[in-house]
């Protein structure tokens, strides 16, 4: 089965350069999520996007930015990197299936940012 | 979204059983109660989710008081393979988006 893609898996950037990560949601899902991952954090929401319109906002710095696509993939922009912007990401995708229990959400395999 | 508390970590054996306990006292009527697993540098995967009484599937089984105060994910006969942190999110999943990853439990499979 299809599951989320994520590009690129493995990024290496300097301080105050920029990011772009994409995400690409398993067809016919209308929704995506991200999330950062520090090392040895656990997973914090940062935003979220529904027909590409934004549904929510976690923590997520000024400094990024994100937007859905009209063929649903996505991309995070990060700007101004620290060295605390070094951490896993990832992105999720739901059907938004409601009235069925909840909206399972199914993770990509992330993109490790490091920022030297 | 109801704030919830778990082990932060637990050993085991092969092939025993593994029940791992969620507190959620301040869950709302309209909450669900979901659990994940994530493997080191992997994406959180859905494990089982619940509203009230037992749920089964082929990975776990999810038991839920009638208080819904708690729940405890069971895994039956664990391997090797189930070593991994294990994530219990309680919220209105139809209304809210995001999912609120509290600490988990790291499991701990030994042979």
């Known amino acids: 089965a299809a599951g989320v893609i994520q590009s690129p898996r493995h990024l290496i950037k300097e301080k105050r350069e920029t990011a772009t990560l994409k995400c690409y949601p398993i067809?016919?899902?209308?929704?995506v999520y991200w999330y950062q991952q520090g090392p040895g954090q656990d997973p914090q929401f940062l935003i979220s996007?529904?027909?590409?319109?934004?549904?929510d906002k976690g923590s997520i710095p000024d400094r990024f930015s994100a937007q859905q696509f009209s063929d649903y993939h996505s991309e995070l922009n990060m700007s101004s990197l620290e060295l605390g912007d070094s951490a896993l990401y990832f992105c999720?995708?739901?059907?938004?299936?409601?009235?069925?229990?909840?909206?399972?959400?199914?993770f990509g395999p992330g993109t490790r940012l490091t920022v030297l | 979204l109801a704030k919830t508390t778990q082990p932060i970590s637990m050993d085991s054996y092969e092939g025993q059983e593994v029940n791992i306990t969620c507190s959620h006292n301040?869950?709302?009527?309209?909450?669900?109660i979901t659990w994940y697993q994530q493997f080191p540098s992997q994406g959180p995967r859905f494990i089982i989710q619940?509203?009230?009484t037992k749920v089964t599937n082929e990975v776990a089984s999810l038991f839920i008081p009638a208080d819904r105060k708690s729940s405890t994910l069971s895994l039956p006969r664990v391997s090797l393979s189930d070593t991994a942190v294990y994530y219990c999110?309680?919220?209105?999943?139809?209304?809210?988006?995001?999912?609120?990853f509290g600490t988990g439990t790291r499991l701990q499979v030994f042979p």
């Open positions: 619940g509203y009230k």
């Open positions: 999110l309680v919220g209105d999943i139809i209304g809210t988006d995001k999912l609120i």
């Open positions: 996007f529904y027909e590409k319109m934004q549904s």
């Open positions: 067809p016919r899902h209308d929704t």
């Open positions: 301040n869950i709302a009527t309209n909450d669900y």
């Open positions: 999720a995708s739901s059907p938004r299936d409601r009235g069925h229990g909840g909206d399972t959400q199914y």
